[in-house]
């Protein structure tokens, strides 16, 4: 189990704070940046002032806090420059690391819109996703088993703070939608343009991976192609998966 050292309290620039950290705790902070590790011991590492804060104010069950010594943070554990660095999954670390417990969500609503995303891969890609879903108002997400995890620290990152804000489910997707009532839009190279399709508040809005688009299997239960008409007759094969979601999701919410 994860567990934390017992620290030694005190006070510092009238800031309630502790002063030691392990190297145990720094071996298993940097083991969070392993899906197995986090999974075993339902942790995942936030980085960075407004992003901790957005987790804490959300109401996230907070394992442990630190926090550069030159910038302390009230409950948080005191390290070293050099100490944040190595924790860190950044290549400039934040003056503040908070490790949150992954939360148990509830069942996912029968109604309502539901962006789904089919082996999504690149951690940068989800974590903008994610960003833009909360931006839109979308409060769920489902991956497929194979898309990569939400509590991945560079997901985490690149989220900014809005994985606070957006229930991410993992599920069989095949299982998903033989269950699910709800028509379900997918987006493809080629189907009816986005600027002439009406999404209905209750749908399912495939997005594709970054690689393949949409997989076979998933295909099978896609009711409507949807499409991002491409206006350059030389342009760009594809777009980016997370742009293609922000300018769908765009003209479905106006």
């Known amino acids: ?18 002063f030691m950290i392990t190297k145990k705790e720094l071996k298993e902070i940097n083991l969070l940046g392993t899906k197995k590790w986090r999974k075993m011991h339902q942790r995942f590492v936030v980085e960075g002032k407004k992003s901790v804060k957005e987790f804490m104010a959300q109401g996230f069950q907070q394992n442990a806090l630190y926090s550069i010594a030159s910038t302390p943070h009230e409950g948080a554990v005191l390290v070293t420059e050099k100490e944040m660095q190595k924790m860190s999954f950044l290549k400039n670390a934040s003056p503040l690391l908070g490790v949150f417990a992954i ?4 069942a996912i609503p029968i109604k309502g819109r539901i962006l789904v995303l089919d082996k999504v891969a690149d951690p940068g890609n989800l974590g903008t996703i994610i960003r833009i879903c909360d931006w839109f108002g979308i ?6 088993l ?8 560079k997901v985490v990152q690149a989220s900014m703070g809005s994985l606070a ?13 033989s269950d699910d009532q709800r028509p379900v839009y997918g987006t493809y ?8 399709a009406s999404l209905p508040e209750d749908a399912l809005l495939v997005m594709g991976s970054e690689a393949n688009g949409i997989s ?18 030389n342009g760009p094969e594809s777009l980016n998966v997370a742009i293609a979601t922000a300018l769908i999701l765009g003209e479905i919410s106006r």
């Open 103 to 106: 939360p148990q969500h509830k």
């Open 146 to 153: 194979d898309t990569v995890d939400c509590y991945n620290p």
């Open 189 to 196: 190279l080629e189907g009816t343009s986005i600027y002439n």
């Open 1 to 18: 189990m994860f567990v934390l050292a017992k620290f030694k309290k005190g006070n510092f620039n009238g800031k309630n704070t502790s």
């Open 216 to 233: 076979d299997k998933v295909s099978s239960f896609i009711d409507h192609k949807i499409t991002i008409p491409r206006k350059a007759s």
């Open 165 to 177: 804000h957006v229930e991410f489910h993992y599920l069989d997707l095949n299982a998903f939608f």
């Open 139 to 144: 409060k769920y997400i489902i991956g497929s």
